[in-house]
């Protein structure tokens, strides 16, 4: 048997295939390490994460709110002077405009004489009062005394003549006196009667005298009533001038820069026509519309942050207040809902921010400035 006949009957066996090489043995020596310490760093970077966002929330539909003062005029009249600018900075009491004083200032003078003539009618009522007090006093003093004394006299004197007659009667009668006695009786009482009613006139005349002046002095009282009531009058028309003269100094309410200034020299303004306005700077804070889901958590009092789009300073301040209502409900148009095509639409609350007084020195915030809002609820 030849040695090819020997190798066709027995065959030698094909090797195994090789294994293929393992993905380990084709990467770096630092990848394995990477994935071994990265894995569970990322895990714990997502844990930290997770507690540290899970009580801030946050809304980019923020901006910077603030008063708007206008400043308008009370009086009508033409400008007499402009002292400020668009855009400048004024104090609280810095004059800026002025109106012609000319036409206020005599109306001023001529209530301030109205005045002085009311005070010179008081003292000439003042003094009548007086003269009719006097008078009165003595028309119901020593004249009437004197004269109601001399009607006692009279009526007594009356009393006895008469008396004395009376007794002279039955003598005359039985002729025990003479006609001419009895005559001369009857005189003396005809006489002391007229006497008596002569006193009785003048007591009544004097009488009468007294009530006059009594009622002089009442009308003179009343009269110094009328003269007060006409004094405080003209005082109260002198301050009123003066209070509108006073109008015609226009001043800044507060600190404060100017803004939208439309008032020119010369214009006649009328009252309540606007000039300018004020915007103070230094009282201004952020208005952050969130979206009512997340204002599950949020109180007043709760720290918050303010990120500034101008710049990027972040200011830290506290959640002041909470609006009553959504924003879109106070707009001018609030959406109606009672209708078929109604569309359930997630509503924003506007939420105060008022910001650390320490941070309002970093950045002045000037209203309507955008800025991003993070609400840390715990």
């Not at 609350?349 to 008022?354: E, Q, R, S």
């Amino acid at each position: 048997m030849t040695e090819s006949d020997m190798t066709s009957e027995n065959p030698t066996p094909n090797p195994a295939p090789a294994a293929p090489p393992a993905l380990s043995d084709h990467l770096p020596d630092w990848v394995p390490k990477v994935l071994k310490f990265g894995i569970p760093i990322l895990l714990l970077l997502f844990i930290a994460m997770y507690f540290y966002f899970r009580h801030r929330i946050s809304t980019d539909d923020a901006q910077v709110d603030g008063h708007l003062v206008p400043v308008a005029c009370k009086i009508s009249g033409s400008v007499e002077k402009v002292l400020v600018e668009d855009n400048q900075a004024v104090k609280a009491g810095d004059l800026l405009v002025s109106i012609d004083p000319k036409d206020l200032q005599a109306r001023v003078d001529q209530a301030r004489a109205a005045q002085d003539q009311a005070v010179a009618d008081i003292e000439t009522s003042k003094a009548d009062l007086e003269k009719a007090k006097v008078s009165f006093e003595q028309a119901k003093g020593s004249d009437l005394q004197a004269a109601e004394a001399n009607l006692d006299s009279r009526k007594a004197s009356y009393d006895k003549a008469k008396t004395d007659l009376q007794r002279m009667k039955p003598l005359a009668d039985r002729e025990e006196i003479s006609a001419l006695q009895f005559d001369s009786f009857k005189t003396q009482a005809d006489v002391a009667e007229n006497d008596w009613k002569a006193a009785q006139r003048r007591v009544a005349s004097l009488q009468q005298e007294a009530d006059i002046r009594r009622v002089n002095v009442t009308s003179q009282a009343g009269k110094l009533s009328k003269s007060d009531a006409g004094l405080e009058q003209a005082k109260a028309n002198l301050a009123a001038l003066e209070l509108q003269l006073s109008y015609t100094k226009i001043t800044a309410p507060m600190d404060g820069v100017v803004t939208r200034k439309s008032v020119e020299l010369g214009q006649v303004v009328q009252p309540g026509q606007g000039m300018m306005t004020l915007i103070p700077l230094h009282q201004t804070w952020v208005t952050a519309n969130f979206k009512e889901t997340q204002l599950t958590d949020v109180r007043p009092g709760q720290d918050a942050e303010v990120q500034v789009d101008m710049n990027g300073l972040v200011l830290h301040g506290k959640v002041d207040s909470i609006a009553g209502s959504t924003g879109s409900r106070m707009s001018l148009l609030p959406p109606e809902n009672a209708v078929g095509n109604f569309v359930k639409v997630v509503q924003r609350i506007p939420v105060k921010i008022v910001i650390n007084e320490q941070d309002t020195q970093k950045v002045v915030l000037r209203p309507g400035m955008n800025v991003e809002v993070t609400i840390i609820t715990k």
